[in-house]
């Protein structure tokens, strides 16, 4: 596993969402669920390509903006439609910093 350091958790907080850039160029969504841990997934909605830092977070669903697809915040899992899913990166935290693991994952695409 190649973690790398993205940020610090200074620059998240519970209920809120980031998007980081890797060293590779791969785009990836923090989302801090309420009541949850720190996920990491890709920032691109798996139906058209929308960015996913665009949407909204709200009861730890994540709302794409374009067509109002919805993913569990803490899972990554299709909420509506039920049939996708969000690519999950290992997320690590060390102190105050936060890494992320990009290596071989591919972000999802929705056959819809």
Same mark, same amino acid.
């Given at each position: 596993? =190649?973690?790398? +350091?993205?940020?610090?958790?200074? !620059?998240?907080?519970?209920? !809120? ?15 801090? $669920? !309420?009541?949850?841990?720190? +996920? ?5 909605? $798996? ?24 993913? !569990? =915040?803490?899972?990554?899992?299709? @909420?509506? $439609?039920?049939?996708?899913?969000? =690519? ?11 890494? @992320? ?7 999802? =695409?929705?056959?819809?």
């Amino acid at each position: 596993m =190649a973690f790398e +350091k993205i940020c610090t958790l200074d !620059d998240i907080w519970e209920g !809120d969402m980031a998007s980081f850039e890797t060293r590779d160029g791969t785009e990836i969504l923090l989302v801090y $669920p !309420d009541g949850g841990s720190l +996920k990491a997934f890709q920032n691109i909605c $798996p139906h058209q390509h929308f960015e996913l830092i665009e949407g909204t977070l709200d009861d730890n669903v994540l709302t794409c903006r374009a067509h109002l697809w919805q993913f !569990d =915040a803490n899972t990554g899992k299709g @909420v509506n $439609p039920d049939d996708c899913a969000l =690519a999950v990166y290992p997320t690590r935290i060390d102190g105050n910093d936060v890494f @992320v693991d990009v290596e071989g994952i591919v972000p999802l =695409a929705s056959h819809t």
